[in-house]
């Protein structure tokens, strides 16, 4: 099903919207319960690898075009134990007019629910305008991975910082109170610092948001190690928010470096939330 909508002569724009919500069964493993799509988003059937429902929601484009708009909405109750991944990186290609693209994310995890959010790089092409907004509320106790990998654009064909403008903003919110907002800005007239120090490029950006009860000692804690299998070329830090909530960075020259660091991130964790079996697939 899609949802074209014309705003001018000429020019249209393609709506979608994907909501998920992940409860327990009577037999009480988890199983979807609201699953609703449409424009952008096509869902692989779900399935349990025997951690968690996995669910792979595919951009049925292949990509993100001028005025395009996306709505998200991953829900996990108490209990239900889940992961949403994308398999491919989602492109955002050159806008010829003067419109933009947009995307908002909106992520809830009730206390004892579990969720993993595994997109692929996004990546702005030479001359694109696009916005992220994602929302996140987590109960006490919850736990959640959710990574947002960005990209500095093409970078297989020399491009780098070269979109207009791309605005992530993320907003986390605990037990009801406001705990992050932080806002990345980048483009090619603007934080080029951010991916750009003293003449050495790092294309590469990926920002993990993790939850779970102790979440901010376990990571400190792992965080030598974790940061030791990086290549030269990759930086890792951590910031502990509250002690169940904590962000890795990892800032790098090469995909494949920073890839491998997600890993090990990833088999370290796999006790806190259920991650580990997809890894293999980012």
């Not at 002569?9 to 493993?29: C, I, Y």
């Amino acid at each position: 099903m899609e949802a074209v909508v014309a705003d001018a002569p000429g020019v249209s724009r393609l709506a979608g919207e994907v909501d998920l919500r992940f409860g327990l069964a009577g037999n009480e493993r988890t199983s979807l319960v609201r699953r609703y799509r449409t424009g952008h988003f096509h869902l692989g059937k779900a399935y349990d690898d025997g951690r968690q429902l996995v669910v792979q929601v595919v951009n049925t484009t292949a990509g993100i075009f001028e005025n395009d708009t996306l709505h998200s909405h991953f829900a996990c109750d108490s209990g239900a134990r889940a992961c949403v991944l994308s398999p491919s990186s989602n492109q955002v290609y050159a806008m010829p007019g003067s419109g933009a693209a947009s995307s908002r994310q909106h992520i809830e995890v009730r206390s004892g629910g579990s969720l993993t959010v595994l997109p692929r790089w996004l990546v702005p092409h030479r001359g694109s305008r696009f916005e992220q907004v994602t929302t996140i509320e987590l109960e006490p106790k919850a736990r959640l991975f959710y990574l947002e990998p960005v990209s500095a654009g093409r970078n297989s064909s020399g491009e780098f910082l070269e979109t207009e403008s791309l605005s992530c903003r993320v907003d986390i919110r605990a037990g009801g109170r406001l705990i992050l907002r932080e806002h990345l800005l980048i483009g090619n007239r603007a934080n080029r610092w951010i991916l750009e120090r003293r003449g050495e490029r790092f294309p590469y950006l990926a920002t993990a948001y993790v939850a779970f009860p102790g979440a901010a000692g376990f990571i400190e804690r792992d965080l030598a190690g974790i940061a030791g299998t990086a290549g030269h070329s990759t930086r890792a830090g951590v910031t502990a928010l509250t002690d169940e909530l904590a962000v890795i960075r990892l800032l790098g020259k090469n995909c494949t470096e920073i890839t491998a660091t997600l890993k090990a991130l990833y088999a370290a964790l796999r006790d806190e939330v259920p991650i580990s079996p997809v890894m293999g697939r980012i």
